[in-house]
């Protein structure tokens, strides 16, 4: 079936450092793929997407390019800010129906 | 603000017995999808209705139902509630439903906890 991993958290960074949160996919065919974030006491809220394969999703500095010859989708943002303090979930659409999660990486950022 | 409206934000209760939670989706918005978030399972999608018919279901309970009203709110009703039905549970929209483009905006989420 469709499944996503993503790399366990929590991920603990100091402001500006470089942050990447690896996710590979599980797929037949070819999916859209998604990166979510969740604030604290927020709903899910999208961050990027991509809808074929090579397409590269950008927003707010962060980036993550489908790649099909190695099924992955890794968020990448080259400068973190405390206020990228969230949960980040990665996500792929297959019927255009359900979204399958990952099961979410917690990123702190410290000051 | 995602234009998704959840509520209840919180509901509180005790096992055995049934709650419904209000989903209201963003204006023009056809699809509406339930989704649950518990801390062993991870985000898992319940079920999806599109124009007030479901379209696609996913591991819904049959303690759970759901259905969309022709103003396309939808409202999920869970019943029989056990301990390990607490969780947080989403709703989330769409223009369309079937479309891999698709994207789906998320309300805040309604945390139930049964105790």
């Known amino acids: 079936g469709n499944s996503v991993t993503q790399m366990e958290g929590p991920v603990t960074l100091s402001e500006e450092a470089f942050l990447t949160i690896n996710c590979t996919y599980t797929?037949?065919?070819?999916?859209?793929l998604f990166w979510y974030v969740q604030y604290p006491g927020e709903g899910l809220q999208l961050l990027l997407k991509?809808?074929?394969?090579?397409d590269k999703g950008s927003n707010k500095g962060f980036e993550a390019t489908y790649r099909k010859e190695t099924t992955s989708f890794h968020l990448e943002k080259g400068s973190v800010q405390v206020s990228d303090s969230a949960v980040y979930f990665c996500?792929?659409?297959?019927?255009?129906?359900?979204?399958?999660f990952g099961k979410g990486t917690s990123l702190l950022v410290t000051p | 603000d995602s234009g998704v409206t959840q509520t209840p934000k919180h509901l509180i209760t005790a096992t055995g017995q049934r709650v419904t939670l209000r989903c209201s989706p963003r204006?023009?918005?056809?699809?509406v999808y339930w989704y649950q978030q518990s801390l062993d399972q991870g985000l898992q999608f319940l079920i999806q209705?599109?124009?007030?018919?479901?379209?696609a279901k996913g591991n819904i309970l049959e303690r759970f139902s759901a259905q969309q009203f022709p103003d396309l709110h939808s409202e999920l009703n869970l019943s029989s509630l056990e301990l390990g039905d607490s969780a947080l549970y989403f709703c989330?929209?769409?223009?369309?439903?079937?479309?891999?483009?698709?994207?789906?905006?998320f309300g805040a989420g309604t945390r139930l906890s049964v105790l």
């Open positions: 989330a929209s769409s223009r369309s439903g079937g479309d891999v483009k698709n994207i789906q905006y």
């Open positions: 797929a037949t065919g070819y999916p859209s």
């Open positions: 991509a809808t074929k394969a090579d």
């Open positions: 996500a792929l659409s297959r019927s255009g129906y359900a979204l399958n």
């Open positions: 204006s023009g918005d056809l699809s």
């Open positions: 209705y599109y124009n007030g018919e479901e379209r």
